[in-house]
């Protein structure tokens, strides 16, 4: 990896209008000096997962880990379905379990709704078990008072709020000093 800072944005939902990955598009256009920002688009394309393939070549599995390799920092939103963790997101991480990708990895994990609570703590579980390092300072959790997405809003509208923009530009500070201080060690 070069001297410059890379994060990776992953969203586990692939609506086009997911809050999610509206929250990824906010923090790309606040995205500091320094820091290069990547939103990963290309979960649609990794196959379903199955351990008798994993040995096979597959392009769009070589992709997301080549990615994830890159990345100094990786910033995950993702919404909870059903009560769980979406299927698109635990199908990508069940393609990297056994080849670390992870392994010592730093991680933001925003929870960007008030009503999700189960997803986001079996997400938090796996990549734990997986070898990511959950920074907790850049794991905020959205309240009512402070949310950090709006329903039906656009990443511009989200920047254009003064308390949200605020929001995002202190979590890049965090994770900004998250990757200094790991890339120290």
């Given at each position: 990896?070069?001297n410059?800072?890379?994060?990776l944005?992953?969203?586990?939902s692939l609506?086009?209008?997911s809050?999610?990955?509206?929250f990824?598009?906010?923090?790309?256009?606040?995205c500091?000096v320094?820091i290069t920002f990547?939103i990963?688009?290309?979960?649609?394309?990794?196959p379903?997962f199955?351990?008798d393939?994993?040995?096979?070549?597959?392009?769009?599995v070589?992709?997301?880990?080549?990615?994830l390799?890159?990345a100094?920092?990786?910033?995950?939103?993702?919404?909870e379905y059903?009560?769980?963790?979406?299927?698109?997101?635990k199908n990508?991480?069940?393609?990297i379990?056994?080849s670390?990708e992870?392994?010592?990895?730093?991680?933001?994990l925003?929870?960007l709704?008030?009503?999700a609570?189960?997803?986001?703590?079996?997400?938090s579980?796996?990549?734990?078990?997986m070898?990511?390092?959950?920074?907790?300072e850049?794991?905020?959790?959205s309240?009512?008072?402070?949310?950090?997405?709006?329903p039906?809003a656009t990443e511009f509208?989200?920047?254009?709020?003064?308390?949200?923009?605020?929001?995002l530009?202190?979590?890049?500070?965090?994770?900004?000093?998250?990757?200094?201080?790991?890339k120290?060690?």
């Amino acid at each position: 990896m070069c001297n410059g800072k890379h994060v990776l944005g992953v969203s586990g939902s692939l609506r086009a209008a997911s809050l999610n990955t509206v929250f990824l598009r906010a923090m790309s256009l606040l995205c500091p000096v320094g820091i290069t920002f990547e939103i990963y688009d290309s979960l649609d394309k990794i196959p379903l997962f199955n351990v008798d393939d994993e040995s096979k070549p597959k392009p769009a599995v070589d992709h997301w880990r080549n990615a994830l390799s890159r990345a100094d920092l990786i910033l995950i939103a993702s919404p909870e379905y059903a009560h769980g963790v979406t299927g698109v997101i635990k199908n990508a991480l069940d393609w990297i379990v056994s080849s670390g990708e992870l392994l010592d990895k730093p991680l933001s994990l925003p929870n960007l709704s008030v009503r999700a609570h189960l997803a986001h703590s079996q997400l938090s579980e796996i990549l734990s078990v997986m070898g990511a390092v959950l920074t907790e300072e850049c794991c905020p959790r959205s309240t009512l008072d402070a949310p950090y997405t709006l329903p039906d809003a656009t990443e511009f509208a989200l920047i254009e709020n003064a308390q949200i923009c605020s929001r995002l530009n202190e979590l890049w500070r965090k994770i900004e000093l998250v990757i200094t201080n790991t890339k120290k060690l």
